[in-house]
């Protein structure tokens, strides 16, 4: 198994640029998450997706959006990039449902994106 | 609200000695406790987890951590020290409640994280 996957690993974006960052797990897990992480602030929640054909918004959700394209895949899009955005980003996944709430969470090994 | 609070940004100690990273929690139903570790430009990796039963639970690498419902801890410990595991450790908190439920409100709720710096 790969895990969790994530592309690209690096990006620089001028500000007003948009792109989607792309997770995939081929664990079977139902929830996927992306967080960001910023020195000294920890991660933060942006959405998350309970199951396939659901988001919620996280802690920080405003310039992202997501897709849930299938049990699989949970993307990230900056439609307009702000310097404010720049920072690594973490998709993660778990399995969850009635009886599986002592998983842990399976991290992909990042984006680091900078906007200029 | 649930959140976790890693009072101290770094922690140096030296090869050998003993090592402990706190941790403290604060949850509306009983915790999922949980010890993530950074390493440099990689994503989390899993250490350990308190769920139930025994209060000094073991994980991977010969880190172990006590559960304190008292004093809402969750202490990460080694007993002696690597140079190796310098790093950035997370301590994350999930609420039983929802998580039962399956619900993904039983999301992950990380602290800022603490710099261990361990020198030779």
């Known amino acids: 198994n790969a895990g969790v996957t994530q592309t690209p690993k690096f990006q620089v974006l001028k500000t007003g640029q948009s792109m989607t960052l792309q997770c995939a797990q081929d664990?079977?897990?139902?929830?996927m998450y992306w967080y960001r992480q910023d020195p000294g602030m920890g991660l933060r929640l942006i959405y998350y997706?309970?199951?396939?054909?659901?988001?919620d918004k996280g802690e920080v959700p405003n310039g992202y959006n997501v897709s849930r394209l299938n049990k699989r895949e949970f993307s990230l899009r900056l439609e307009s990039a702000a310097p404010s955005q720049t920072s690594v980003y973490f998709c993660?996944?778990?399995?969850?449902?009635?009886?599986?709430?002592?998983?842990?969470?399976?991290f992909g090994p990042g984006t680091r994106l900078t906007v200029t | 609200a649930q959140s976790v609070a890693q009072p101290e940004d770094q922690v140096n100690v030296a090869e050998g000695n003993p090592l402990t990273v706190k941790c403290t929690y604060s949850?509306?139903?009983?915790?999922?406790l949980f010890w993530y570790v950074q390493y440099p430009n990689r994503g989390l990796q899993f250490l350990l987890k308190?769920?139930?039963?025994?209060?000094l639970v073991k994980g991977s690498y010969g880190f172990e951590a006590e559960f304190n419902k008292s004093q809402t801890s969750f202490h990460l410990k080694k007993p002696s020290a690597l140079v190796s595991d310098s790093a950035l450790y997370f301590c994350?908190?999930?609420?039983?409640?929802?998580?039962?439920?399956?619900?993904?409100?039983?999301?992950?709720?990380f602290g800022r994280g603490t710099q261990l710096t361990v020198w030779p």
């Open positions: 994350a908190v999930r609420d039983s409640l929802s998580a039962d439920r399956g619900s993904t409100l039983g999301r992950l709720y």
């Open positions: 997706s309970a199951s396939e054909g659901t988001t």
């Open positions: 308190y769920i139930t039963g025994d209060n």
């Open positions: 949850v509306s139903g009983n915790p999922y």
């Open positions: 664990m079977n897990h139902n929830s």
């Open positions: 993660a996944s778990i399995i969850s449902g009635v009886g599986t709430g002592s998983y842990e969470q399976y």
